[in-house]
């Protein structure tokens, strides 16, 4: 056997050392865009991510709606793998319909269909919808629909609320209640009001959208609105059935692929990784490894990006189970040093992801200060509204299921298979439940004001930059005690008495 000297370390047990901060190093200075596939010196990588998050390739995070509302936000998902090929590729393509700010949505109707295409639309994605009408009415024939994920208000918004959102679009919006769509037409047909009717699912007139500047008859609100962009969507695949499972994911849209498993550095994976490359014009990663051998191998197989950690994760017993892993600092630290070398020798920047072993917000600086490019997060994104998870009341307390893939309640097998033709016999995760957080943009928000704000304190203004400058030390069992409160009474622990 080989025996390593050092031992395995978490992000727990180091601390960043704070560098000159110098004036313009404020925290609305510090940008966050980060590669995601591999790239040439003195080239741009195809796909960047303006904030380095990706939600996990799991069953309880990444469906399509984590994939627009991460997408929007400026990371990206990976929708899991662990279902259908149909069921995968679907989601791709309802993630990949979403279109980036107010859009038309072209691709998917035409004038010929009716408001109840529009309301199907509307109810599958659980997105406002606006539809677009050629004289105003809901009877008129459709020239195009509205959507936006960030359509809040409801019959309860105030009137601020509502223009605000409506700025961009129209001049006026009255609230409405009560009204049927077949009252909402007479009263639009009876007065001939130049306006668009935002409904719910039942039918019935949430608002009236008026704008001055709207000519249904002359204008096409299709050449009105701002972009069409699509947002970027990944998806995960395994070893076993990819033949079939990449041409449906490619068919469907996906920007971005990457094997699932949690054991990466293996032939399997290479042969995979050589078939998307020769029969697609997609990108791909691959991993988990959480060494430098593991990191090369994939990457002369002509893997786009790599993905590092095993063990780490919120819901893994892998190393319980097998007795395999490597803490996820020591790992990251490896391979962030092979990325480095890789791109001394030839010249290609291979962007590495931290997966897994995220608590705090502060582990994603230290990953990113280690060398991550971005890191990928499970137990993080399941805490969120957007996840696809029921939300329950536990004790008093509203929590999310969270589950592994590697549970007996996801059953992906694939993703821990080590060849042969038997079923796995034993788990390699729990099935559990995580704090329910909140929204998604409000958390993320948060994480990266404080990352930020660090990023400030080390001197750094870019994810680059703080992987030159960052100054990281390891910190004793006893500071790790100095560094909460300490040696006080918290006025929460319910002390008695003035
Ligand atoms: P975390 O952010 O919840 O700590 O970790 C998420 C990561 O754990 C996933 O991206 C994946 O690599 C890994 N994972 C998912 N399921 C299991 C399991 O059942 C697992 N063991 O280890």
Same mark, same amino acid.
């Given at each position: 056997?080989?025996?390593?000297?050092?031992?395995?370390?978490?992000?727990?047990?180091?601390?960043?050392?704070?560098?000159?901060?110098?004036?313009?190093?404020?925290?609305?200075?510090?940008?966050?865009?980060?590669?995601?596939?591999?790239?040439?010196?003195?080239?741009?990588?195809?796909?960047?991510?303006?904030?380095?998050?990706?939600?996990?390739?799991?069953? &309880?995070?990444?469906?399509?709606?984590?994939?627009?509302?991460?997408?929007? =936000?400026?990371?990206?998902?990976?929708?899991?793998?662990?279902?259908?090929?149909? @069921?995968? =590729?679907?989601?791709?393509?309802? &993630?990949?319909?979403?279109?980036?700010?107010?859009?038309?949505?072209?691709?998917?109707?035409?004038?010929?269909?009716?408001?109840?295409?529009?309301?199907?639309?509307?109810?599958?994605?659980?997105?406002?919808?606006?539809?677009?009408?050629?004289?105003?009415?809901?009877?008129?024939?459709?020239?195009?629909?509205?959507?936006?994920?960030?359509?809040?208000?409801?019959?309860?918004?105030?009137?601020?609320?509502?223009?605000?959102?409506?700025?961009?679009?129209?001049?006026?919006?009255?609230?409405?209640?009560?009204?049927?769509?077949?009252?909402?037409?007479?009263?639009?047909?009876?007065?001939?009001?130049?306006?668009?009717?935002?409904?719910?699912?039942?039918?019935?007139?949430?608002?009236?959208?008026?704008?001055?500047?709207?000519?249904?008859?002359?204008?096409?609100?299709?050449?009105?609105?701002?972009?069409?962009?699509?947002?970027?969507?990944?998806?995960?695949?395994?070893?076993? /059935?990819?033949?079939?499972?990449?041409?449906?994911?490619?068919?469907?849209?996906?920007?971005?692929?990457?094997?699932?498993?949690?054991? *990466?550095?293996?032939?399997?994976?290479?042969?995979?990784?050589?078939?998307?490359?020769?029969?697609?014009?997609?990108?791909?990663?691959?991993?988990?490894?959480?060494?430098?051998?593991?990191?090369?191998?994939?990457?002369?197989?002509? &893997? /786009?990006?790599?993905?590092?950690?095993?063990?780490?994760?919120?819901?893994?017993?892998?190393?319980?189970?097998?007795?395999?892993?490597?803490?996820?600092?020591?790992?990251?630290?490896?391979?962030? @040093? &092979?990325?480095?070398?890789?791109?001394?020798?030839? *010249?290609?920047?291979?962007?590495?992801?931290?997966?897994?072993?995220?608590?705090?917000?502060?582990?994603?600086?230290?990953?990113?200060?280690?060398?991550?490019?971005?890191?990928?997060?499970?137990?993080?994104?399941?805490?969120?509204?957007?996840?696809?998870?029921?939300?329950?009341?536990?004790?008093?307390?509203?929590?999310?299921?969270?589950?592994? @893939?590697?549970?007996?309640?996801?059953?992906?097998?694939?993703?821990?298979?080590?060849?042969?033709?038997?079923?796995?016999?034993?788990?390699?995760?729990?099935?559990?439940?995580?704090?329910?957080?909140?929204?998604?943009?409000?958390?993320?928000?948060?994480?990266?004001?404080?990352?930020?704000?660090?990023?400030?304190?080390?001197?750094?203004?870019?994810?680059?930059?703080?992987?030159?400058? =960052?100054?990281?030390?390891?910190?004793?069992?006893?500071?790790?005690?100095?560094? *909460? =409160?300490?040696?006080?009474?918290?006025?929460?622990?319910?002390?008695?008495?003035?």
């Amino acid at each position: 056997a080989t025996y390593y000297t050092e031992p395995s370390r978490t992000f727990s047990e180091y601390l960043l050392i704070p560098g000159l901060t110098t004036k313009a190093c404020t925290p609305a200075n510090v940008h966050l865009k980060t590669p995601l596939v591999k790239f040439k010196k003195g080239e741009e990588s195809a796909i960047q991510l303006n904030i380095p998050f990706s939600s996990a390739v799991m069953q &309880a995070v990444s469906d399509h709606h984590m994939a627009v509302a991460l997408a929007r =936000a400026g990371g990206i998902s990976f929708i899991f793998g662990s279902q259908s090929i149909e @069921e995968e =590729a679907r989601m791709v393509s309802k &993630a990949k319909s979403w279109k980036a700010g107010f859009v038309v949505s072209k691709s998917n109707l035409t004038p010929e269909h009716t408001l109840a295409d529009v309301l199907e639309l509307k109810e599958r994605t659980g997105h406002s919808t606006v539809a677009i009408t050629q004289d105003g009415t809901p009877r008129g024939k459709l020239l195009g629909i509205v959507t936006s994920r960030d359509y809040r208000v409801s019959r309860d918004s105030s009137a601020k609320q509502i223009r605000e959102f409506m700025t961009p679009f129209s001049s006026l919006v009255y609230g409405q209640s009560g009204l049927s769509l077949g009252d909402a037409n007479d009263l639009i047909w009876e007065h001939k009001l130049n306006c668009l009717p935002i409904v719910d699912a039942d039918q019935n007139l949430e608002f009236l959208v008026f704008r001055k500047d709207y000519d249904a008859h002359k204008e096409n609100p299709l050449e009105l609105l701002d972009e069409n962009k699509s947002y970027i969507v990944g998806a995960g695949i395994n070893t076993k /059935d990819y033949e079939e499972r990449v041409p449906a994911l490619v068919e469907a849209g996906v920007d971005v692929l990457v094997i699932d498993s949690s054991d *990466g550095y293996s032939e399997w994976q290479s042969d995979v990784i050589r078939y998307v490359k020769s029969n697609f014009d997609v990108k791909i990663g691959a991993g988990n490894v959480v060494d430098r051998e593991g990191f090369r191998y994939l990457v002369d197989a002509g &893997a /786009d990006f790599i993905k590092v950690g095993i063990g780490g994760g919120s819901i893994c017993i892998t190393r319980e189970q097998k007795g395999i892993g490597r803490g996820q600092a020591s790992s990251v630290i490896e391979v962030a @040093e &092979a990325r480095d070398e890789y791109f001394r020798e030839t *010249g290609i920047y291979v962007p590495i992801c931290s997966d897994g072993g995220i608590v705090h917000d502060y582990h994603i600086t230290l990953a990113l200060a280690m060398g991550a490019d971005f890191v990928m997060m499970g137990r993080y994104f399941a805490r969120f509204d957007e996840s696809p998870t029921r939300k329950l009341k536990v004790n008093g307390s509203f929590v999310k299921e969270f589950w592994g @893939e590697g549970s007996n309640r996801a059953r992906n097998w694939q993703r821990y298979d080590s060849g042969g033709k038997s079923n796995l016999l034993f788990e390699e995760g729990v099935d559990s439940y995580v704090p329910y957080a909140g929204s998604l943009q409000e958390n993320l928000d948060k994480t990266i004001g404080k990352i930020k704000s660090t990023m400030c304190n080390c001197g750094a203004l870019s994810i680059q930059e703080l992987q030159q400058k =960052a100054r990281i030390t390891l910190v004793s069992a006893t500071s790790l005690v100095e560094g *909460g =409160a300490h040696d006080v009474m918290l006025k929460e622990s319910g002390i008695s008495g003035d």
